[in-house]
């Protein structure tokens, strides 16, 4: 299975432009993932985390901050880590684009 390296050519993050109220502008998928890991302390957590094709970072959805799920960037070691767990399952084709060997999970 052959997944792109290059999000839609439409797709913008953080697009300034104006547009229609209430609109929807494009669609582009990301592979999002269930993870369970052990955090910096050792406690074990489990978070859903996502990709964005064509970007070379992870983004986790945290437990809620004041009442709101927020989506942040992993820690570099996460990703290194998570791109190495993807590519030794088969389940991600891109491996870790900066060529670096990543520890396991």
């Not at 109220?21 to 993870?35: F, H, I, M, Q, R």
């Not at 989506?71 to 996460?78: K, Q, V």
Request: charged residues 25%; hydrophobic residues 35%; neutral net charge.
């Amino acid at each position: 299975m052959k997944r792109s390296s290059t999000p839609i050519a439409e797709f913008k993050f953080g697009d300034a432009s104006q547009g229609a109220p209430s609109s929807v502008n494009g669609v582009a998928k990301l592979d999002a993932y269930l993870v369970s890991y052990n955090d910096g302390q050792g406690k074990p957590q489990t978070r859903i985390v996502f990709r964005v094709p064509g970007s070379d970072g992870t983004f986790m959805l945290q437990e809620r901050i004041n009442g709101v799920n927020v989506a942040t960037s992993s820690h570099e070691w996460f990703h290194k880590a998570l791109s190495s767990k993807l590519s030794s399952l088969k389940l991600d084709t891109r491996g870790d684009d900066r060529g670096e060997a990543a520890e396991s999970v």
